[in-house]
């Protein structure tokens, strides 16, 4: 990312200013090689569309997610108090992220623990853009390419956003084909409650296989995704079948920042 | 007056039995933890009006969708008849609404064309389970009982229905034969759209056959009802009951969102700011589990769950684990918290509340690789057509064998101590986090 620079919240508060939203990088987001591509196609929207940001770096701390949908409340609430004592020591007040688990956790189970904030997911925040003309999106490389889109669980089912992030990429000009089982009924990646951080129970057939057998029948040229963990697993699944070279798996920022030509 | 005394009589033992399993019932509930769903009363009633009365989440399955609502409509308003029937029992008149006049031909008609209704829809139910064999009617938890549950459900509503609209032949041709009791000086009581085409049938039958017959379909309707009337706490059916409280008592907060555990929130406070002062503990107060062991553990709203279960399989045909082969199906869940919840109402019935029964929801019913394979995609809680929540079920449970037992898989336990040494669930350092701002692209 040689063409800005990301400021910390620590350099920001050092220099007297705030930012108008907190990017929440996430663990997947900073460390995963494939994840930091979504990382910095954000960075790269929010700084070409002069939105003031910033980073906690090296001060953020796992949101405590795979813990509790572990069963570790212990460990997740020690994570979810440490991270809101640096978040309200900093004043946050809005929060965006690219992690469907981060902007769960942090907008439905940090406020009883003391942390409120406004907390949107980066679809909302690239509808949004788009809506106040800040971001103009054209077709480019993705027009009139056949895309499908995989629900994440913890935004679908578990916020109920569907729209956005659909909104966002048709304005890509493409085809969006929906899986048979897609919104409310959409079929989970296979890596929540933990499942990313553990082999499969004893069954017939991994669930990211199932998931990708379902999306690679519509014949797309992308799967769309909006989480890292659908990110992993729906690539391993196009891998699985030989189609990586015809099948890309994109995040939706990915295909936005590709896009646009700043 | 025999009669009407008989049926008084039956009446008294049905209404009697049918309360002490409902205070039953009402107790095993009322043994899981507390927890305070009175708030937004206006959208519980709206939720309640919703999904239970107007059966929203049903429509996903049309077909289902559509027979399940004949029987629904159908049952409701036929047990309006009820009313009379019983009525009728009690002062051993003959068909004592009929005062209303052409709006109770209009009633009666429209009732001969639901009872029709919900004999189609029973016997395309009957068929789907037995026939067709629709696969989640089959599945590893559809033992011998919750299939033959279902089809004893089916069979009686037909016999029901069946008796009904024999009934109503019967009197229709005794009002025509002109007898005692039966017939009016006004003409014919009553519209019967569909029971005539019986007529034909029992055209040829004695006065005295006739009343036989139409006694016989009168007292088998009504003590068929009341029978079933004392099934339905026994049975899956129990929904019709207890869909309206359950969705009333429905988790409104986004699906996404799973409890903070108080107990916890202390115990953490504590361990950050040791100078915190800690709640002061009550003094009657028993130390409590972390987590679900069994179903004392778990709240009277996840044992309330549990009883309005009509084991339709909706969650488990959509559960991505279940899907795959893995172990895990929410139904199953759900009809062992029952299961285990009924033995121990039993236990506490007949050696008392302190006994221990040495038997756990927790590995005699519920095996933790069924736990291990959820991913908390909420797919059953959205496919539940009352909003029962097994995933609430399954949480709590983990969190039993994660905090009491510290035996969660050892991968988990990986991540953990990932965690808590370095901040993220995988081994990096937390010096790096800032590193793809660095890098090129």
Redesign the interface.
Same mark, same amino acid.
């Given at each position: 990312?040689?063409d800005f620079?990301?400021h910390?919240m620590a350099e920001m508060a050092a220099a007297g200013e705030h930012p108008d939203v907190l990017f929440w990088?996430g @663990?997947a987001?900073?460390?995963?090689d494939r994840s930091?591509?979504v990382?910095?196609a954000v960075?790269k929207i929010l700084f070409h569309t002069g939105v003031k940001f910033a980073?906690l770096?090296?001060e953020?701390? @796992?949101t405590?997610d795979?813990?509790?949908?572990?069963?570790?409340?212990?460990?997740f609430?020690?994570?979810a108090? !440490?991270n809101i004592a640096i978040l309200n020591g900093y004043n946050i007040t809005k929060i965006v992220t690219a992690c469907p688990h981060c902007f =769960?956790t942090i907008k439905?189970?940090y406020p009883?623990?003391g942390g409120h904030y406004e907390v949107i997911h980066h679809s909302q925040l690239l509808q949004s853009l788009i809506d106040s003309g800040k971001l103009k999106v054209e077709g480019g490389d993705y027009k009139g390419k056949k895309i499908t889109f995989h629900d994440p @669980?913890?935004l679908g089912?578990? =916020?109920?956003e569907y729209e956005a992030p659909r909104s966002v990429i048709q304005k890509l000009d493409i085809e969006l084909n929906e899986m048979k089982?897609s919104r409310? =009924?959409?079929?989970?990646c296979?890596?929540?409650?933990?499942?990313?951080?553990?082999?499969?129970?004893?069954? !017939?057939?991994?669930?990211n296989?199932?998931?990708t057998e379902e999306a690679l029948s519509l014949n797309p040229d992308v799967i769309a995704v909006g989480c890292p963990f659908c990110m992993t697993m729906m690539t391993d699944g196009v891998k699985n079948f030989n189609k990586e070279s015809s099948v890309k798996v994109k995040d939706i920022a990915e295909m936005i920042a590709e896009a646009i030509d700043f | 007056m025999l009669s009407s005394l008989l049926f008084l009589l039956l009446f008294g033992i049905a209404v009697y039995f049918f309360t002490k399993k409902i205070k039953e019932v009402n107790r095993n509930i009322n043994l899981g933890r507390d927890v305070d769903l009175n708030d937004y009363q206006s959208k519980r009633w709206k939720t309640m009006a919703m999904v239970a009365l107007g059966q929203s989440k049903m429509g996903t399955r049309p077909v289902a969708a559509f027979f399940h609502v004949l029987i629904y409509v159908g049952f409701i308003i036929i047990n309006i008849e009820v009313l009379e029937i019983i009525i009728d029992g009690i002062l051993g008149t003959h068909r004592i609404l009929s005062f209303m006049g052409s709006f109770y031909n209009f009633l009666i008609g429209s009732f001969e064309i639901l009872a029709v209704g919900v004999l189609a829809a029973c016997f395309v139910f009957l068929s789907r389970r037995n026939i067709v064999k629709l696969k989640r009617f089959w599945m590893r938890e559809m033992t011998s009982w919750p299939r033959s549950d279902a089809n004893i459900i089916l069979v009686v509503e037909i016999l029901l229905m069946s008796a009904f609209l024999i009934m109503n032949a019967t009197d229709h041709q005794l009002q025509l034969n002109g007898s005692q009791h039966y017939s009016n000086a006004n003409g014919i009581i009553g519209s019967f759209p569909i029971s005539s085409f019986l007529l034909p049938f029992i055209s040829g039958i004695s006065t005295d056959g006739l009343i036989l017959l139409e006694r016989s379909c009168w007292w088998f309707h009504i003590i068929g009802i009341l029978a079933f009337l004392n099934y339905v706490p026994y049975s899956k059916h129990f929904h019709i009951l207890l869909a309206f409280p359950n969705t009333y008592y429905s988790n409104l907060k986004p699906k996404g969102e799973f409890t903070n555990m108080q107990s916890v929130t202390n115990e953490v406070k504590l361990m950050l700011d040791p100078s915190s002062v800690p709640p002061p503990i009550e003094p009657n107060a028993s130390p409590r589990r972390f987590g679900a062991k069994d179903v004392q553990d778990l709240t009277w709203k996840q044992l309330m769950d549990s009883y309005s279960c009509t084991e339709c399989g909706r969650c488990t045909s959509v559960c991505p684990a279940n899907i795959t082969g893995k172990l895990l199906s929410p139904r199953k869940i759900m009809m062992d918290t029952r299961d285990r919840l009924e033995e121990v109402g039993k236990n506490i019935d007949k050696n008392g509340a302190s006994n221990d029964d040495g038997k756990t929801l927790l590995n005699d019913y519920i095996t933790p690789e069924e736990l291990w394979a959820c991913t908390s995609c909420n797919a059953c809680v959205q496919a539940c057509p009352v909003n029962i929540d097994p995933l609430s079920i399954i949480i709590d449970m983990r969190r039993y064998l994660v905090m009491e037992q510290s035996s969660a898989p050892a991968e988990l336990n990986g991540m953990f101590t990932k965690i808590e040494n370095n901040g993220a669930p995988w081994q990096f350092s937390p010096a790096d986090r800032l590193n793809w701002a660095k890098e090129e692209n």
């Open positions: 990312m040689a620079k990301i910390t990088v @663990c987001g900073s460390f995963d930091k591509k990382t910095k960075a980073v770096g090296t953020e701390s @796992c405590g795979p813990a509790k949908r572990s069963g570790n409340e212990f460990l609430q020690m994570q108090m !440490n =769960n439905n189970e009883e623990l @669980c913890y089912r578990g =916020n109920q089982r409310a =009924n959409g079929l989970c296979g890596a929540g409650g933990g499942q990313m951080f553990k082999e499969p129970e004893k069954g !017939n057939k991994d669930i296989i199932e998931r | -």
